[in-house]
Each structure stands twice: as structure tokens, then as C-alpha cells.
């Protein structure tokens, strides 16, 4: 057999790919990344790009070395001669940090809006929706603490969701509340659960020591059960004054804004990062266990990683949780454009003409051309199989007297446009 790509990746395919899903349509990548492009854009954002692989020390300082990513997901960059302290990055936010921090962005106006997108790389078990090099749209804030700013990332994920014209979206939304109260908190779970260590799955027992609230997030059965039958507390119990204030004024813009949340008071996310506001977003078509996107407050991660203190907040979409959500309600992507005009020479002789006439009409539009002389009947299926807005055929009589009858596809209509303006009549149709 040929070779294979690795388990848990995915090639991205032209249209017209035979046994072609939503989620592997390079079209489709590009609507979603455009959609969540627009939405940031239209609020400010800047785009930023961090390399693909970073220090392991900034991600074992960032995303914490307690998580499931740095103990178990890691894939780690060797190089000939080096000593593997490189790993292909799990996620944006540490890079986005680290290179806020190390390019001096402080000096930007505060709070300052970053974006990016693009492949991101953890060894999971793989299935349906969980890939081990997956992509995520990425947005982040920096520089303000206000709950307003909390309140205005949520809303343009939800803005997004819309954009894309999804339904059956849920945001649940949590706070895991400031240091102190999150290990008031821990004591208390470790606590209770110390007696009933023996019921609890491998997992949850090495979380015992290390981080107790990430049982609450448990896939194992008796966990959850073990969870409700003593009635843990919620974190949400545990916040203190400030963090509580800080989580009652987001619900409030949230409600007035009219974006619809289920307080959930099991958000713990996988990330050690965290503190106070907390999301997920959810979708049936993915999995209950799987978010289509999740984001929060991460106000100690710059000095963490040994920078000032600078306030941060944000998000990330799954692209391939977004793509089989869209797949799973059916929603109807806009069928990628063709070119504005497809040019054909129906003799040998003029190929070369109709090529150059093609080659400086690009700088008006997306204009393809035939490589051979074609029969006009065939011309014309060709330019509809590649979904063109208008076709020209150029014989000796075109060539000669310098005016192409441009035909409009969807109408049949033609019109007579000399070479000389044509690329004004394409700039006119865009
Ligand atoms: P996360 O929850 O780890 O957060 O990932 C965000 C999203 O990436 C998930 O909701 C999911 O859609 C997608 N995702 C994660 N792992 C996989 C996987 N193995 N296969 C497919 N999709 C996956 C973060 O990464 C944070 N950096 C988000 C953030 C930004 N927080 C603040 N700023």
C-alpha cells in the first residue's frame, strides 16, 4: 500500500474530491476561517502569527504541568544534535502571550485584540472530533481586566456561531474564580473525596493530589456518579467577593445583549491557566464531551511566564468541531465562487492570445483560460463544469478584430467587450 498520513490527521481536499466531508473540504476550512476572520475584525482584532513549535518550558509553564496536554499529549520536536526541548505547540494562547511579551506589544493601546489560526498538535486518542493535529480560530486580549471585555469575547463567538448560520449552539459558562478561591476549593474536594478514593477511576485518583477540581470533569461514569451522590459543592460557591462581582457583571451584559447561557458550574477546562470566567460552547452534533470552542480569563499567565502582570482573556474554536456541527444540521454552505471569466481559442493558433488576453485580465479578477483549442459546445460546458460567471471563445474573427462576445452563463445573455476594456467590464461585475 502507499503511504499513509499519520492517525489522527486529516489532508484538506479541493471540491469535487470523491468521498468528500465537510470537514476535510478545503472550502469549507476557508468559509469558517473567513467567518471568524470578519466577526474579529469587525471588533478590532489584529492578526498575529507565533511559530508552530516553542520552548516545552513555555508550555509546561503556560497550559501547566498537571494538565492532560503536557503529561500525556505532547509531541516533541528533535532535531539532529539537539536535546528535544522543543514541542509542537498544543494550543495558541501560551505563544500568543509569550510573543506579546517579547516583542514589547505592551506598548500598544490597551486592551490590545489578537487573532490567529491555524494547526495545533495534541497525541490524543483519536476519535470522531478529536484529532491529534487539529486547528483552531484563536482570539485574544490583552491588557484589561473589565468584565466588559469578558462579556464582548463571548459574544463574538456567539457572533460567529451565527455567522455561520448554526442553531443548536449552547454556551455554558462557568467562573473558576480567583487562585485563593479555586485552592479553598481544592481543599474542600480533597477533603470530601479522600474517603472514597477507592471508587474513584486511575485518573481521578492521580487528580486527587494534583489538581481535584479537573475530577469534576471526569468521562468516567462512576465518577460522575460518585460526584452527584455526595453532592459536591460547585466552584461557583466558592468565589470570593471581587471574582463573584467580576462574574455577575458579565452574566448581566450577556443577558442584556441577549446571548443565551446555561450557568454550568462543571466548566473546569483542561488548562491550568484559568481564572474566574470561564466558557464552553457545545453542540449535539460533536459529542456532549467535546466543546466546538472554550475560552477564559487568564490574568496570571504573563508572569507566569516571567513577564509583567498583564490581564488577558480568550477563545478558540475547534475548525473540524465547527465543520461537523455545520454537517450535522445540514446547513448549506455558499458554493465556492468559479472564475469570473474563462477564456478558449477555438483553433490552435490563437491559444497563445487567448492566454495573454486571460494573464493581464487577472489584474481585474479570477479569469482562467483552456489550454487547447476547444469547440465552442465544449467551451462552454467547460467554463459551466468550472462554475464561471462568463466565457469568451476566441476565433480568427475575435482575434482579428480585437472584441470578444462575453457570455453570461446564469442568463445566456451575450455582449460585445473589446480586449482593450476588458478589464473594466470585469471590475464591473465584481
Ligand atoms: P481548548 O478548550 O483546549 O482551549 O481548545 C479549544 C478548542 O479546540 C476545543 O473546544 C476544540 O474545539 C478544539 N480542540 C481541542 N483539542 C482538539 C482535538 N484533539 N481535536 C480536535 N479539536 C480539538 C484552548 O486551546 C485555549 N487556548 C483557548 C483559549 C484561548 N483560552 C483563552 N484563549
Do not use: C
Not at 465547527?322 to 448549506?332: I, N, P, T
Amino acid at each position: 500500500m502507499a503511504l499513509q498520513r499519520p492517525k489522527g490527521t486529516q489532508d484538506h481536499l479541493p471540491e469535487g474530491s470523491p468521498k468528500l466531508s465537510l470537514d476535510v473540504k478545503a472550502s469549507a476550512f476557508a468559509f469558517v476561517q473567513d467567518t471568524a476572520r470578519r466577526v474579529m475584525e469587525r471588533a478590532g482584532a489584529e492578526f498575529i502569527a507565533t511559530p508552530l513549535f516553542e520552548e516545552a518550558e513555555l508550555v509546561r509553564r503556560g497550559v501547566g504541568g498537571s494538565t492532560d496536554i503536557v503529561r500525556k499529549e505532547m509531541f516533541t520536536v528533535y532535531y539532529f544534535g539537539d536535546h528535544g526541548g522543543y514541542v509542537l505547540r498544543p494550543e495558541g494562547t501560551a505563544s500568543i502571550v509569550r510573543a506579546y511579551l517579547q516583542n514589547g506589544l505592551r506598548q500598544l493601546p490597551a486592551p490590545l485584540k489578537l487573532w490567529t489560526h491555524g494547526p495545533m498538535f495534541r497525541a490524543e486518542n483519536v476519535q470522531k472530533g478529536r484529532l491529534r493535529q487539529f486547528h483552531q480560530v484563536d482570539y485574544e486580549v490583552l491588557g484589561s481586566k473589565d468584565p466588559l471585555i469578558d462579556a464582548e469575547s463571548i459574544w463574538l463567538m456567539w457572533e460567529v456561531v451565527r455567522e455561520l448560520g448554526l442553531s443548536g449552539v449552547r454556551v455554558k459558562l462557568g467562573s473558576i474564580g480567583d487562585p485563593a478561591d479555586r485552592e479553598t476549593y481544592n481543599t474542600y474536594l480533597q477533603e470530601l473525596l479522600a474517603a472514597h478514593v477507592d471508587r474513584l477511576s486511575d485518573d481521578s485518583k492521580d487528580r486527587l493530589g494534583r489538581n481535584p477540581m479537573r475530577i469534576l470533569d471526569s468521562k468516567s461514569a462512576g465518577d460522575q456518579a460518585l460526584i452527584a451522590e455526595l453532592g459536591v459543592r460547585p466552584m461557583l460557591d466558592f468565589l470570593g467577593e471581587e471574582a463573584r462581582a467580576h462574574f455577575g457583571a458579565v452574566q448581566g451584559y450577556l443577558s442584556d445583549w441577549g446571548v443565551p447561557f446555561d450557568l454550568d458550574p462543571s466548566i473546569v477546562r483542561g488548562l491550568d491557566y484559568y481564572r474566574r470566567t470561564a466558557w464552553e460552547l457545545h453542540h449535539e452534533g460533536v459529542g456532549a464531551k467535546s466543546a466546538l470552542g472554550g475560552g477564559g480569563r487568564y490574568d496570571g499567565l504573563a508572569a507566569q511566564l516571567g513577564g509583567a502582570e498583564v490581564p488577558g482573556i480568550g477563545w478558540a474554536f475547534g475548525i473540524e468541531r465547527l465543520l461537523l456541527a455545520l454537517e450535522a444540521e445540514g446547513v448549506q454552505l455558499p458554493a465556492p465562487e468559479g472564475p469570473a471569466l474563462f477564456l478558449a481559442a477555438l483553433d490552435e493558433e490563437n491559444v497563445g492570445l487567448a492566454a495573454r488576453i486571460a494573464l493581464e485580465a487577472r489584474s481585474a479578477a479570477r479569469v482562467e483560460f483552456a489550454y487547447r483549442a476547444l469547440k465552442p459546445g465544449n467551451a462552454f460546458r467547460e467554463a459551466d463544469r468550472r462554475r464561471a460567471r462568463y466565457a469568451a471563445v476566441i476565433g480568427s474573427e475575435e482575434a482579428a478584430g480585437g472584441v470578444l462576445n462575453v457570455k453570461s452563463l446564469a442568463t445566456g445573455a451575450q455582449r460585445a467587450v473589446s480586449v482593450s476594456e476588458l478589464r473594466t467590464f470585469l471590475l464591473e461585475q465584481a
